[in-house]
Every structure is written in C-alpha cells, then in structure tokens.
C-alpha cells in the first residue's frame, strides 16, 4: 500500500517501509511525541452516551472499578 508520510509527506510504502505509514523512525517518533504532548486531539465522541443502556453504564469496569468511582 502506498502511502504518504503524515510528518514529512515524503512517499512510503507498507511492502518496503518497516515504519509505514511513516517513512522513518524519527518521523514516527516525531508523531508518537506530538500525541504524548497532547498536540492531536480526537474532536468527536465515538459514541453518544445516551444510547448506551443505563445497567451498562452503571455496570462495574475490569479491576472492580465503576464508571463513576474517581482515582486517586
């Protein structure tokens, strides 16, 4: 698959490029930093809260932890 870097925008492709879909490490690192640096953002919500049943909501998460129970 051929594909343009999203850093660098220089071609790459899945067949030949060990980091596709970046063209090198240091643009994939570039990418991974931007995101730890919180520069990229996911603008919508994957779902609407709404739509999920209300028993689901209030149902107890892995490790015994419920939707609403804080972290400290």
């Not at 919180?38 to 809260?49: A, G, H, T």
Request: aromatic share 6%.
């Amino acid at each position: 698959m051929k594909h343009s870097c999203p850093i660098c925008k220089k071609p790459t492709d899945s067949a030949t490029d060990a980091d596709f879909p970046f063209c090198s490490e240091r643009c994939r690192m570039l990418d991974l930093g931007a995101w730890a640096a919180e520069k990229y953002v996911v603008s919508d919500p994957i779902f609407d809260e709404e739509e999920i049943p209300e028993e689901e909501r209030r149902a107890p998460r892995e490790g015994g932890q419920k939707n609403n129970d804080t972290i400290h």
